[in-house]
């Protein structure tokens, strides 16, 4: 899961001079250990992140003893649940005291791009949404800088809009990459490279060169440079050799956060290296954020409805972490030639092209005029759906012009187009949550952000229709729930989506920004497309912090 907001008018101030690696998580309660076994396995709260994100009420040697002693009493050195329990309420308290509450002091309530959008219902809907950034402000208690031993969340200077407390410059600053979430026991994941766009964008929109000087050395070359030297693979395709990217996490452990899910999961195989091999993948498909789909299955289970242990995602390369790339090298080109620096330039223009001719030699396929995912093991292509399949056409990333136009033909014959909600996530129903039938808004953006930058008017239609039915979905079911959700189903009258390891959930950061984003490019042609629906079901609009912050 990922979600991409960052206050970066907050950020610039930012010092990110001093970068250490730091070792993996050692914690011995929060990422390994018999404490985090043993409670784990008793099952004691809905969602194994419950414990991982308590706080400690004593020093962690202390607790550490505790736990020792206790099972030194116990048969087998396990602890009976009831003391298990009696010892949680002695040295944990309940998650969600490391924030506190915070506005975003450049917030407006009446932002231009209200006044372009047409339809009345959608225009106050639209005031409503954008009204929601300032319930959705954290900052991290100065307790937890403090006290840092005692909590699982990692202290961070400035405030964050959520879902997306992942997401600060300054854990990059202590990374080198920008890690999957806000707690120790995402280290070593990181999230898809999408730092060089925002601080692109940025630019654009301030045409700040002090910030873009300061962040493009230290900070975005830093995290190219982890994408190219960890999670790079060279692949020799008719005698030359293609260096293209995947996700890669090394860490052989059950995730703390999903910690019996993966423990179960692992019990049917028979080989102990099978476990780390499948723990490693399933860390990497949270790292792709696709956490999970049959997209990472192995070749032949992806029809055939296996289970999650058949995931295997370090063994493809997918289309749409190299068209990032790819967007990223060209970004990192544009912004070193504002700064006057035209060698660096050069490089990262004969790296982007590189990238071009690795992604043209293993994933285009000229027949169905689309990209697919390259499996590792079987040297082939997943010629399955994907809206991932049209990234390139989202990166500009190809090298005929036609290419980009063969990809709407592609994807009208994809069967895709069919559904009234949306464009699903896959056409295979696994039961995991990104694929069919949920559809989840950065694949609607990054579909419509495409095909709206290709010359041809049926390209531009499409993407207007996409759009349309987008914002007709959002706006149905927040006209029933009085809520945005972080994904919706692609059938039915605006209902939100289901499947996976946890509850859907409501907020919701990229939900929000999409619709408004859609609002603000199409808002003088977009309707509401219905009577409005009367509310019967009235969920709670925000659900606590401690839910939406992973
Ligand atoms: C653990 O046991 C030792 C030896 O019996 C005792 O001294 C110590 O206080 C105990 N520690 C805790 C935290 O219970
Ligand atoms: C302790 O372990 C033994 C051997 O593994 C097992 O037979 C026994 O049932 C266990 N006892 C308890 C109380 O779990
Ligand atoms: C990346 O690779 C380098 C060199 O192999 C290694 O030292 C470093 O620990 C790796 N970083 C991560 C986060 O895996
Ligand atoms: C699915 O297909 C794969 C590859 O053909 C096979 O190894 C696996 O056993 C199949 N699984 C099921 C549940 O049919
Ligand atoms: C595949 O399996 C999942 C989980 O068991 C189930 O929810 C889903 O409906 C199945 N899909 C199909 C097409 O049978």
């Not at 924030?99 to 231009?112: L, N, R, S, V």
């Not at 209200?114 to 409503?128: N, P, S, V």
């Not at 006290?147 to 407390?165: A, M």
């Not at 992806?302 to 970004?331: G, H, M, Y």
Request: with cysteine; proline share 6%; charged share 20%.
């Amino acid at each position: 899961m990922q979600k991409l907001m960052v206050c970066f008018s907050l950020v610039a101030l930012l010092a990110c001079a001093v970068t250490v690696f730091p070792p993996p998580c050692e914690s011995e309660i929060y990422c390994t250990g018999p404490i985090l076994h043993q409670v784990q396995k008793a099952k004691l709260f809905d969602d194994d992140k419950y414990f991982v994100d308590m706080k400690l009420r004593a020093a962690p040697d202390i607790v550490l003893l505790a736990f020792h002693n206790l099972s030194n009493e116990s048969p087998n050195m396990t602890v009976p649940v009831a003391q298990l329990q009696e010892f949680l309420s002695t040295y944990f308290e309940k998650p969600g005291t490391e924030f506190e509450t915070w506005t975003p002091p450049d917030w407006h309530d009446k932002p231009k791009f209200l006044g372009g959008i047409a339809d009345q219902e959608l225009r106050d809907w639209a005031e409503k949404i954008h009204s929601l950034w300032k319930s959705l402000g954290r900052k991290v208690r100065a307790d937890v800088q403090d006290h840092s031993e005692l909590y699982s969340q990692i202290y961070t200077p400035h405030p964050v809009v959520v879902p997306g407390g992942h997401f600060f410059l300054s854990l990059f600053c202590r990374y080198g990459f920008v890690p999957n979430g806000g707690r120790i026991y995402y280290e070593r994941r990181s999230q898809p490279p999408f730092l060089s766009l925002m601080v692109e964008s940025y630019y654009q929109a301030t045409k700040d060169k002090e910030f873009l000087r300061w962040y493009l050395g230290l900070t975005l070359e830093k995290e190219y440079r982890f994408w190219m030297q960890n999670r790079s693979v060279s692949v020799k395709v008719n005698g030359a050799e293609r260096v293209l990217n995947r996700y890669y996490v090394q860490v052989g452990l059950p995730r703390p956060e999903s910690y019996t899910d993966d423990l179960e999961l692992a019990e049917g195989l028979t080989d102990g290296n099978d476990n780390e091999q499948l723990w490693m993948d399933l860390k990497a498909g949270a790292e792709s954020g696709w956490d999970f789909s049959s997209r990472w299955y192995k070749e032949g289970n992806i029809r055939n409805n296996t289970t999650l242990t058949a995931t295997r995602t370090s063994q493809i390369l997918p289309t749409d972490l190299n068209a990032l790339l790819c967007r990223n090298e060209k970004a990192l080109a544009s912004l070193h030639r504002i700064m006057g620096d035209g060698d660096s330039a050069t490089l990262y223009d004969k790296a982007a092209a590189r990238r071009l001719e690795a992604i043209e030699a293993l994933l285009w396929d000229a027949e169905s005029g689309a990209w697919f995912d390259y499996n590792l093991m079987t040297h082939s292509k997943h010629f399955e759906f994907y809206p991932s399949n049209l990234a390139p056409v989202w990166a500009q990333c190809y090298s005929q012009p036609e290419m980009g136009e063969q990809a709407v033909q592609y994807l009208k014959g994809s069967g895709a187009l069919q559904f009234p909600n949306g464009v699903p996530t896959s056409l295979r129903e696994s039961g995991q949550q990104w694929d069919y039938p949920n559809a989840w808004p950065p694949l609607q953006h990054m579909l419509i952000e495409g095909l709206s930058k290709l010359p041809s008017e049926e390209a531009k239609q499409l993407a207007f229709d996409l759009a349309q039915r987008w914002i007709k979905t959002n706006w149905l079911a927040y006209m029933k729930y009085e809520a945005m959700f972080e994904k919706y189903d692609v059938n039915g009258d605006g209902k939100p989506g289901a499947g996976g390891e946890y509850e859907v959930q409501l907020g919701f950061g990229w939900t929000n920004g999409v619709a408004l984003q859609l609002l603000d490019q199409y808002g003088a042609t977009l309707t509401s497309g219905s009577r409005a629906v009367s509310s019967g079901l009235l969920l709670p609009l925000f659900i606590s912090a401690t839910l939406m912050l992973q």
